[in-house]
Structure formats: structure tokens, C-alpha cells
């Protein structure tokens, strides 16, 4: 990770990350907010890992934080909860495993070409499974996962 915010004075974690409150400020400098990778970022399940699919809901929520707060309006926490861990295995394999939001693995997954299909699907259309991830508490019964909200609009 790179030392920049550490070296600027923000506080960080062991691995410079930027270490935030419940709305992705810095701790320390609450005029900064972290997002993906450089963000630490806890749940109450425990602290987010640097992913696509943690790391891009930070951004529209930041946007949208940093506007309600322009406005002087509230602001709610930042929530997430992940719905699956897929890993590639070449062009043509894959394993996709389901989870719950805490990251915890249940019995659905996929494997072979299937799975290699859907890796390819999510990796290359970002935006769609974002949108599409925020809908998985309300479309499955699997997951409450894919969830980030700044706030009522
Ligand atoms: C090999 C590899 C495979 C991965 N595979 C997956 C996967 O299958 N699924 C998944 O969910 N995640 C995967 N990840 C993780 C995922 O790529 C990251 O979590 C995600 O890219 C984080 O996004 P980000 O925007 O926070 O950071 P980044 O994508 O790293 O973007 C940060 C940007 O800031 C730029 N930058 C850095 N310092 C400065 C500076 N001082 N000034 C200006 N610009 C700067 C960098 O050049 C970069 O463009 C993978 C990561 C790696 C390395």
C-alpha cells in the first residue's frame, strides 16, 4: 500500500490504510474520506478487504455523502455486506462461491465454464453489478449483501 497518507499525517493502520469513522472520514482528518483500497473500512463483522466489490460502493456513497454534507443534511453510516468470492482459475474455470454479508461461504456456488462465464460477466461489467448488488437483499433470500446507502435522498 503506499505510504502517502501515513506520510501526510493521516492516520492510518498498519498498512496505510486510511483509517475511517462510520461515514468513511479520516479519523483524523474528518475533511477527508477514504475510499476502496486506501480506505479501512469496518463492519460490524469485521474489517472490509480490498476488493471491486467492497471498494466500488465507497465511491457513490462518498459522492453522495460529500453532497448531503455540502447541504447540511444527515448522513447514515456506510453499509455493506459482500454476496459472493469469485476466483478465476484460467480463461475457461472458475470457482464462484456464495456468501453471506459477513463473508461467511454457504451452499451455492458455481464451478467450470459456468462460473468462468460469470467471472468474466462481473469483472467485466462493473457498473451493472454494482447496481445489481445493491438490489441483493430485495431480489434473493441468499445474501442481504451489496448494500451502501448515504442516506435517504
Ligand atoms: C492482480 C490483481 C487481481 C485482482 N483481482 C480482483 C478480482 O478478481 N476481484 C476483485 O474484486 N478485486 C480484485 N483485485 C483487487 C482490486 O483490483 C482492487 O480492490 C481495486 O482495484 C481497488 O480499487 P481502487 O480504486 O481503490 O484502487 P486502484 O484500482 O489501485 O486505483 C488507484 C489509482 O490511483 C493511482 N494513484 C496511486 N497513487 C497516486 C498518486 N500519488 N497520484 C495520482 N494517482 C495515484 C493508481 O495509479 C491507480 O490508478 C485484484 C487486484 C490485483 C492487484
Not at 476488493?51 to 456506510?78: E, H, M, N
Not at 468474466?120 to 437483499?137: A, F, I, Q
Amino acid at each position: 500500500m503506499s505510504p502517502l497518507a501515513a506520510a501526510s499525517g493521516i492516520a492510518t493502520d498498519g498498512h496505510g490504510l486510511v483509517l475511517t469513522d462510520a461515514t468513511l472520514r479520516s479519523v483524523s482528518h474528518p475533511q477527508i474520506h477514504a475510499v476502496g483500497d486506501a480506505a479501512a473500512v469496518q463492519m460490524d463483522f469485521g474489517r472490509l478487504h480490498g476488493s471491486c466489490q467492497s471498494g466500488l460502493p465507497t465511491a457513490p456513497y462518498t459522492a453522495d455523502t460529500i453532497a448531503r454534507l455540502v447541504r447540511g443534511k444527515a448522513v447514515k453510516p456506510f453499509r455493506f455486506g459482500y454476496f459472493h468470492q469469485p476466483v478465476s482459475l484460467g480463461r475457461k474455470d472458475a470457482v464462484i462461491q456464495f456468501t453471506r454479508s459477513d463473508f461467511t461461504p454457504f451452499g451455492l456456488r458455481l464451478t467450470g465454464r459456468a462460473a468462468a462465464r460469470y467471472k468474466e460477466l462481473v469483472s467485466g461489467s462493473p457498473l451493472m453489478t454494482y447496481r445489481y448488488s445493491r438490489r441483493m437483499n430485495v431480489t434473493t433470500l441468499v445474501s442481504r449483501g451489496g448494500r451502501a446507502v448515504a442516506g435517504p435522498a
